[in-house]
């Protein structure tokens, strides 16, 4: 057994620890709550841990002459490296919590219990900071349950806390249902939950030297249900409130809450130096003086931008000007095409915080605009965006959720306004689109439409089933008749790769005849799994 983590440990960890997940990758992947074919939380924890693995055994000789010791450095090595590697929500989230914990021990001069409580204590402080609205029964829980056994078990004795806290771990993701709607409907537990407590096994495996696996919790039902938490921006807020702020962290903490009591669209997000952060800060609100006054009561708030919604200029399609760049994600050669004319950088689908960061930094440009196209993308476009900054450049990320989302984004950029301005605009054009897809179901669920079984046509409304059909083309159709009775004078059709000929044909064709007076623009899109994007606006 071993009395401290040296950095041969660290070592050992991380590879442990990425073994462990490839092994339980697809039991992680199984507990996604939704029946289509994305969301894969174990395959994007062990790109992640893959990731971090790399920086490990590329780096870990370069430790440098001072500042942190041997261990420290390794943590670091293996948190900088799981960061730009990041995959998906629960991908940023581990990269946040390894954060904390190697910057909590990496003057140390060993690593024994107590250090362990405190380094897991800063790394669950580092995950809830990186979320705008933590929610419960999530990896955040989880991580917060293994952080305070540790505290409370108040011993030196490193394996014996390790343990505690793996068996708080395992603990708590059994309670995620009882937290989480989601998953109690469904019957699992959280995946980015189950993901840690394999990495803490991981951990007392190392110091051990003996298997620690907790076994997972038995799900309650087979049948996950298509509902996720979700959210979005309301149109009850009038104004764009957006500022930069340099504060300490304990001091945002109250300011997102005044926010958050304030409006909606909140996103706050640090540059990570201490004791003084730099900030991003974006809230919709209706008072906006209240919004300013919560910054200035935190700190240094400084390039203040308001913004009324209603006073937003009409569209302009000019060309961009120099010093500003686009970067998109996309999955689908035809919607990487129409990106790519629209002049943005096409990143492949499912990219690490890396990729996009290349992708930032190959724009040469000084501003950069980044459309994820994806909620789990978000994350990693946010995480992307905050190291680009530490390299001088200013980048925004808009939080598109769909690739016809970002098409309307990029219909309205506009080089003659002022950078923070036309952010704005390409986020409200965004937001005014509404999106729906089609696929097939892979698994049998009960969803808020009803049950659906394997092979059925689920037709999504921004990311929620509203129609299951047995015939592709009329489900279609259907949908996009009931988001034209919510209003609309343009629809964008792009197609699948396993899209049948004459889909979007017969789709235009239905249009014409319901609805005569609205716009309809179809596009070979190519992506996978989605027979049909539809945008509406």
Known sequence: MLDTLDAAAVRRWCAGGLAALKRHQGEIDQLNVYPV?????????????????????????????????????ALRLMAQGALLGARGNSGVILSQILRGFAD????????????????????????????????????????????????????????????????????????????????????????????LCVLLDALVEVLT???????????????????????????????????????????????RRALDALGDSLVVVGDGREPESTWNVHVHVNDVGAAVEAGVAAGRPYRISV??????????????????????????????????????????????T???????????????????????????????AREARRHGITVSVVPTRSPVQALAALAVRDGDRRFEDDVIAMAEAAGACRYAEVCHARREALTVAGPCRPGDVLALVEGEVHLIGTDLTDTCAAVVDRMLGGGGEMVTLLSGVDAPAGL????????????PFVEVHAYPGGQPFYPLLVGIE
Do not use: K
């Open 37 to 73: 074919p994305d969301g894969d939380t174990g395959t994007n924890l062990v790109l992640t841990l893959t990731s971090a693995q790399q920086a490990l055994a590329m780096d870990l000789d370069t430790l440098p002459d001072s500042g942190p010791t041997a261990h420290g450095h």
């Open 504 to 515: 979007t044909d017969a789709v235009r064709a239905h249009v014409a005849r319901r609805w």
């Open 209 to 255: 030297g003996e298997s620690a696996g907790q076994p997972a919790p038995t799900p309650r039902t087979a049948r996950p249900a298509a509902t996720v938490a979700r959210e979005t921006g309301s149109d009850e807020y009038a104004y764009e409130v957006q500022f930069l702020l340099d504060a300490r962290s304990e001091a945002v903490a109250g300011m």
């Open 104 to 195: 909590e021990v990496a003057v140390a001069p060993a690593v024994r219990g107590r250090e362990m409580a405190a380094a897991l204590r800063s790394g669950a402080a580092a995950a809830y900071t990186a979320v705008a609205r933590p929610v419960e029964g999530t990896l955040l829980t989880v991580v917060a349950a293994a952080a305070a056994a540790a505290d409370r078990a108040d011993s030196d004795d490193l394996v014996a806390v390790a343990q505690v806290a793996a068996r708080a771990a395992a603990e708590a993701l059994a309670r995620t249902p009882e937290q989480l709607p989601a998953l109690a409907r469904a019957g699992v537990v959280d995946a980015g939950g189950r993901g």
């Open 354 to 384: 890396g990729d996009l960061l290349d992708a930032i930094r190959g724009t040469g440009a000084a501003r950069v605009v980044v459309l994820p196209n994806d909620p789990d993308t978000e994350a990693v476009a946010n995480a992307a």
């Open 307 to 352: 913004t009324r919604f209603a006073d937003q200029p009409e569209p302009h399609r000019g060309p961009v000007s120099d010093g500003r760049a686009a970067v998109v994600v996309a999955t689908g050669g035809g919607i990487a095409e129409l990106f790519a004319a629209e002049g943005a950088t096409v990143v492949p689908g499912n990219p690490s």
